[in-house]
């Protein structure tokens, strides 16, 4: 399987990696952790005001934090905006907050869902956009809902905030991970006897991908793309910005298309 990850909207270039059924072969310096982030809801009915249509008014309060390594409720600095899309009936029902606790504060008589996205420091556009759809209900007076988010380590700033939280893996300890992984799934796919399809070399073809510049592995998606069937094993992952295939899936014409252009486009 091929995914392919990057600062772009469908897919990114300079973190590969690269898949081939059964034995994987995958050089990749992607690097992530994960945090989960805590959205706290507070409410209380406002006994000094009237009700509407048989329903009390009430008070309630959003705000955003996350939790640390060890289970504890500390600001959300990771993040730089949080929007929150109210009921259309509220003034100005986009609310974009840009400091923690990032809180927002109405009154109101209804329950409805709130869409929520929060966005990292340091990622920019919808790479660093984490979407939630949080429910605003009068059941209780407090409660909290967690989200366990996963967080590319592409920015400095970012990194730094996150080793407040908790660890964060270095670019060493990846690297050292994923040499000792290729070499070994690599030693595993030479012994392999179905390593091709067809007339194509499917190790071969992994490998070559991994040469291609940005404008060239856009080139491949968009003919595998055009190409789609049914038999293919494709997902893009939008909101990781990831483009996953199966070699094997793919047509012999297919494959054969993609090894003549990995072919003209990686020769010295």
Known sequence: MLRISSTLPHFATRQLAIFVNPM????????????????????HILADVPAVENYPMRQWLIEITMLNDVGAVVPANI??????????????????LKQPPFKVEEQ???????????????????????KFNH???FLQETYTVDHEI??????????????ETGSVPSEGDA??????????????????ASATKGSVDLEKLAKGLTLLSEDDLITIVQMVTDN?????NIKNDFEHGEFTMDLYTLPELLLKSLWDYVQRHTAA
């Open 24 to 43: 994987s072969v995958y050089p990749t310096d992607s690097l992530s952790v994960k945090r989960t982030i805590r959205i706290t809801t507070n409410q």
């Open 79 to 96: 993040l730089d905006k949080v929007t929150y899309t109210l009921h259309p009936t509220f003034a100005n029902p986009i609310r974009a």
């Open 108 to 130: 109101g008589w209804g329950e409805f869902d709130i869409p929520i996205a929060v966005h990292l420091v340091g990622i920019p556009g919808k790479l660093g956009e984490r």
């Open 135 to 137: 429910d605003l209900n």
């Open 150 to 163: 996963t967080i590319p380590l592409k920015n400095a700033q970012l990194n730094k905030l996150l080793a």
């Open 175 to 192: 690297k050292r991970k994923n040499d000792s992984e290729v070499q070994a799934k690599l030693k595993k796919l030479k012994s392999a």
């Open 228 to 232: 789609r069937t049914s038999d293919m």
